[in-house]
């Protein structure tokens, strides 16, 4: 699963953006060192400059690479190499990391950063669907709005999961319609991805969705909204 588009060419700008600066600030301290032969290690016309741009460029690191161990290794790298010398070599080898950095995501090779959106989003969602049922009152509906978007969470994991599957499990009918829930988990335990007893719990869980978008109000209550809550939530720890 892609990126959002502006999410992706905002990142690639980025790099272009960090990439011009550090090649444009390097350029101006060996101008500046070989104007001022005796201050050629601190720059002093250009150490805020310089700062600023190492912070830019580690936080979209960080933003590229997440918590991961690559993540720790270059930018403990960049820190190790700036923390005492503000040179034009400096900047070159990080914008040499920048260049590295760029093709290796322009190529397709951290899908794990796509991972990390999609589950930060499915997240932030859960969280909602959590705040609905908490600011509910017993006895009432207002357990139904979570049910609704706890059912939209579950089926947006599902349709990545079909996406991630070598070969991909079709998340449309043949005429172009897309497939409901429960065509989605039929096939993905058909794929292997999962076993019949999950497939079943996520049957339920479809079923409650079901009730709630058609207006089936009193075939579920709010512990069934509950417990597919929870359901999903580790589903979703575990898949995705």
Not at 103 to 131: C, H, K, P
């Amino acid at each position: 699963m892609p990126l959002p588009p502006a999410l992706d060419q905002k990142i690639r700008s980025r790099f272009d953006e960090l990439i011009d600066e550090t090649d444009e600030l390097s350029l101006k301290m060996r101008a500046h060192n070989k104007a001022n032969p005796g201050r050629v290690t601190s720059n002093y016309g250009h150490i805020s400059e310089f700062q600023a741009v190492v912070v830019k460029v580690l936080s979209l690191i960080e933003t590229v690479l997440g918590d991961s161990q690559q993540r720790h290794e270059v930018t403990e790298s960049i820190r190790q190499r700036t923390r005492n010398s503000g040179t034009p070599s400096v900047l070159e080898n990080i914008n040499g990391t920048l260049r590295g950095l760029k093709d290796v995501y322009e190529n397709g090779f951290l899908d794990d950063l796509e991972a990390r959106v999609a589950a930060n989003i499915s997240a932030d969602y859960m969280t909602q669907v959590e705040g609905l049922l908490d600011e509910g009152q017993p006895g009432q509906y207002d357990h139904v709005p979570g049910a609704v978007l706890c059912g939209a969470v579950l089926e947006d994991a599902l349709r990545r999961l079909c996406e991630r599957q070598t070969p991909q499990v079709a998340t449309r009918k043949p005429n172009g319609d897309p497939k409901n829930l429960n065509s989605l988990i039929q096939d993905l335990q058909k794929a292997n991805v999962f076993n019949k007893l999950k497939a079943d719990q996520l049957r339920s869980w479809a079923k409650v969705r079901n009730y709630a978008a058609h207006g089936e109000f009193s075939e579920f209550n709010r512990d069934d909204v509950e417990l597919m809550v929870s359901g999903v939530k580790n589903f979703l720890a575990d898949y995705l």
